[in-house]
């Protein structure tokens, strides 16, 4: 299957500043985050991607074509911005039916479309409510629902959970979550949260000052490590001694000893310790890598 | 729930989960329509709340007023009241309500998506600004044609029912139907694209209500001011008596009003519209007097020229939108 996007070696210049240099990387089903920092480029990636600027080198193409030469390809994408975008004087409903003509459909399939994916995105009681009264979370869920109410096949999501209260934001993930896996509408979700795309995507794509730092799967940056992690309440010293004794160097860092080596000797050699120091333990476990060590590592 | 029989009917909800859609798409021609349609609505009020339909409903009200008014005053008076206006003069007496609905109208239109960044949810869909700005102004224009012919017909069939023979009065009068048609479009036009061009350069749907009303007031009254005509007085002594008598009135700018009368916001449309009825007002403001000095092809270029530069300011102002 033909990848949804693929960019090569896809640059945009604005003058002197290299907004996005020689990108190439591919997306496919799923969720895909792209990841980076303010000024990193997303913003430009995703607007070369809708086809709302055109590239100074390279080429980019979405669902098999290039987005600045065809805005007809722009009726299965979907967007959602990260900035308000809302109208305030009309109801979700009408917005909704609207937005899926101005994406293509008739009137009478557009009224379905939207009544569908209010009750989608949790609206259904409040449908018939004018924006302006939402509160922020709701509105957040209706940039979602007009970014799907055409059923595309693809949605680009400009940090979707800028702004939003905790219990706000883990409800957004779980719709994207959700419209990923469940709805079976692809997604590219643009943040620079890395709990976002730790929680909700499949595939990564790092971009750090327009360049493209990492590509991969989510699950190959958070997998386990070789390096145990010994969290105790106290006795950190004298079971860095009592290791130490042992031929095991273990570092400290706050409460925690990291000890390099996940091997069974070691295990054992820890737990013989605390039963001799008696330190109270919290917790014995392998490190997980954290898309956070990208970031590290490369600085 | 009890069945035919006494048995208790059952039922069960299922929820089918997301559907995809596998229903027609009609692309960047459904888009068109739909900016269209929704231009209508927003400009009528309609999915909107009370208010918003206040004004375009009091707007149709005032642009039929005068002439239900003339048509109650001819169904008593009947031929007597030959002094009443008639369709030639009809869009001169609705012209400062017109340009009052413009002047709110076509910010509210234009402004709130801008404002409230609606339009970065319209670029990225199958349709481009410039479809985007003509749905818009298509939209507008309907409406502002409706409000203009709105007067005109409650006129005609007034004039018609009014009539000794209603059907000499058509025979006689047909020719002023296509008339008031054709500069009623030319009349609707001006009102919608001036307004337009000026919303489109603010997001402060006051500001722009406030700058077409002052350039459509303060044009109308510099323009009057500079064209007002003088003449000399002259006392003559005739048959032992002493009379005054006027010659040679000249505007107080000279030569050069004809060309100030252009700068006339208010007159332009309805120079357009004389034009075509073929109307002289005998009575009619200095500028427009002035007017009449220039050959009847430059009222008709400036008119050209006061709708197309709005058009093309307008165009220009949405294809350098960037989201």
Redesign the interface.
């Known amino acids: 299957m033909p990848p949804l996007l693929s960019a090569i070696g896809l640059t945009k210049r604005y003058g002197a500043t290299t907004a996005l240099a020689d990108a190439t990387f591919t997306v496919n089903e799923g969720v895909t985050g792209l990841l980076g920092p303010n000024g990193a480029g997303k913003s430009t990636a995703i607007?070369l991607f809708?086809g709302?600027i055109r590239p100074s080198s390279g080429s980019v193409e979405v669902l098999g074509e290039k987005p600045y030469e065809s805005?007809?390809?722009?009726?299965r994408?979907g967007?959602m911005?990260e900035?308000?975008?809302?109208?305030?004087?009309?109801?979700a409903s009408?917005f909704l039916m609207?937005?899926a003509?101005?994406?293509?459909?008739?009137p009478a399939?557009a009224r379905t479309?939207a009544a569908?994916i209010l009750r989608?995105v949790g609206l259904d009681e409040e449908r018939y409510r004018?924006i302006g009264e939402y509160s922020s979370g709701m509105r957040q869920r209706v940039k979602l629902a007009?970014a799907l109410v055409?059923?595309p096949v693809l949605v680009l999501l400009d940090e979707p959970t800028a702004g939003l209260d905790p219990g706000g934001r883990e409800e957004m993930l779980d719709l994207i979550t959700r419209t990923g896996h469940?709805?079976?509408i692809s997604i590219m979700l643009s943040t620079h949260l890395m709990g976002d795309i730790e929680r909700s995507a499949d595939r990564v794509v790092v971009l750090e000052n327009g360049r493209v730092a990492q590509v991969g799967a989510v699950s190959g940056f958070t997998q386990e490590t070789e390096t145990l992690l010994l969290e105790i309440d106290d006795k950190h010293d004298e079971v860095t001694a009592a290791l130490k004794a042992m031929g095991i160097d273990a570092v400290r860092q706050g409460a925690v000893l990291a000890v390099e080596g996940a091997d069974d000797a070691k295990l054992d050699a820890m737990r013989d310790v605390l039963a001799q120091t008696g330190a109270r333990l919290r917790r014995l476990a392998p490190r997980r890598g954290t898309l956070a060590d990208i970031f590290r590592d490369a600085s | 729930m009890t069945g035919a029989r006494g048995q208790e009917a059952q039922g069960e909800v299922f929820d089918l989960?997301?559907?995809?859609?596998d229903?027609?798409?009609?692309?960047?021609s459904?888009?068109r329509?739909?900016?269209y349609w929704?231009g209508v609505r927003t400009v009528l009020g309609i999915?909107?709340?009370g208010r918003?339909k206040a004004l375009p409903v009091l707007m149709f009200i005032a642009a039929m007023f005068p002439a239900v008014v003339f048509v109650i005053i001819l169904s008593f008076a009947g031929e007597a009241a030959d002094f009443l206006p008639g369709p030639g003069d009809y869009y001169d007496i609705i012209s400062l309500m017109l340009f009052i609905f413009g002047a709110i109208m076509a910010p509210e239109l234009l402004s709130?998506?801008r404002k409230?960044?609606?339009l970065?949810?319209?670029?990225?869909?199958?349709?481009?600004s410039t479809d985007y700005v003509f749905a818009r102004v298509l939209a507008f224009f309907t409406v502002v044609l409706a409000l203009v012919y709105s007067g005109q017909i409650v006129l005609q069939v007034g004039l018609i029912l009014t009539a000794a023979d209603p059907l000499d009065f058509i025979k006689d009068n047909w020719l002023d139907i296509p008339k008031f048609m054709a500069a009623g479009v030319l009349v609707a036009a001006f009102i919608t694209v001036v307004p337009m061009a000026v919303a489109a350069f603010t997001t402060r749907r006051a500001y722009a209500s406030a700058f077409i009303i002052g350039l459509f007031m303060i044009s109308w009254v510099t323009t009057n001011i500079l064209t007002e005509r003088q003449c000399n007085v002259e006392a003559r002594t005739v048959d032992g008596r002493i009379t005054f008598e006027e010659s040679a009135c000249k505007p107080i700018t000279g030569d050069a009003a004809k060309w100030i009368s252009l700068l006339n916001v208010r007159a332009i449309p309805l120079r357009a519209s004389d034009l075509v009825f073929d109307r002289v007002e005998t009575d009619a403001e200095p500028s427009v007097i002035a007017s009449r000095d220039l050959h009847d092809s430059i009222p008709i270029a400036a008119y050209g020229a006061y709708t197309l530069i709005p058009i093309g300011l307008l165009w220009w102002q949405y294809r350098r939108t960037?989201?």
């Open positions: 607007k809708l709302l805005v007809e390809s722009r009726a994408l967007y911005p900035h308000e975008a809302l109208p305030h004087n009309v109801t009408e609207h937005m003509q101005v994406s293509g459909l008739p399939h479309r569908d989608h004018r007009q055409h059923d469940d709805f079976g | 989960g997301y559907q995809r859609y229903g027609p798409r009609e692309g960047r459904r888009a329509k739909a900016m929704d999915g909107r709340g918003a709130p998506d409230d960044r609606v970065d949810l319209y670029l990225v869909r199958p349709i481009t960037r989201i």
